[in-house]
């Protein structure tokens, strides 16, 4: 996803609701998120569909390392060479 651009990406509920195709076509373009407001507080945040997939990608795989370490951390890694000896197993299978 791209960086926000704060003078851009940034509008009001009120001009959304006017210009949703627009701003629909910009979130698609550009690849970058849209903040939408409300009394001047940020309420919700309108994403390209594929940008969000890829976050949500990112975010399972970031989730996965984390797991990884905690089990690493409590000593219940495997060696590489035990590891690759169960993976060769199961392929020949």
Known sequence: MKRLRVNEDIRPMSEVRTGI???LKQVHDTKRP???TQHGK???VLLDAGEYEAM???I?????VQAS???IEAGRGVEHQD????VMKR???
């Open 42 to 44: 940020g309420v919700a």
């Open 83 to 86: 590891a690759r000896a169960d």
């Open 34 to 36: 849209l903040i939408i």
């Open 60 to 64: 399972e795989m970031l989730q996965d």
């Open 91 to 93: 392929i020949r299978k």
């Open 69 to 71: 370490i905690g089990q």
């Open 21 to 23: 195709a627009s701003f």
């Open 56 to 58: 949500q990608e990112k």
